[in-house]
């Protein structure tokens, strides 16, 4: 099982830039496909982007696509998310999770979360 602990976030203005890490444990990392995915106040969690295990493949919810980066070092056990343009919509807690199978766009294929971490973006 692989377990994740996010860092990055905060507050960022409007066109600001940020990235979000996410570092796992557990030797079974570098085969998992990895996904971010966030929630705002009174909404249902959603997909924002996904990997997969060798970096190949690359998704992005059209809502941040053009802005986001997901990229990941296998090396280093890290997943990263490098969000720019930044708009208030994308205020949110965001997520990394691991994804076993189902669809990358899912929230319910995602498993071993990570604790959230607030981005908030000020107009």
């Known amino acids: 099982h692989v377990q994740v602990v996010q860092s990055g976030g905060g507050l960022v203005q409007a066109v600001g830039s940020l990235r979000l890490s996410c570092a796992a444990s557990g030797r079974d990392f570098s085969s998992v496909n990895m996904g971010w995915l966030r929630q705002a106040p009174g909404k249902d969690r959603e997909f924002v982007a996904a990997i997969s295990w060798n970096a190949i493949k690359t998704y992005y919810a059209d809502s941040v696509k053009g802005r986001c980066t997901i990229t990941r070092d296998n090396g280093q056990n890290t997943v990263y998310l490098q969000m720019n343009s930044v708009k208030p919509e994308d205020t949110a807690v965001y997520y990394c999770?691991?994804?076993?199978?189902?669809?990358?766009?899912?929230?319910?294929?995602?498993?071993?979360w990570g604790q959230g971490t607030q981005v908030t973006v000020s107009s």
């Open positions: 999770a691991a994804r076993e199978s189902g669809n990358y766009y899912s929230p319910t294929s995602y498993k071993s």
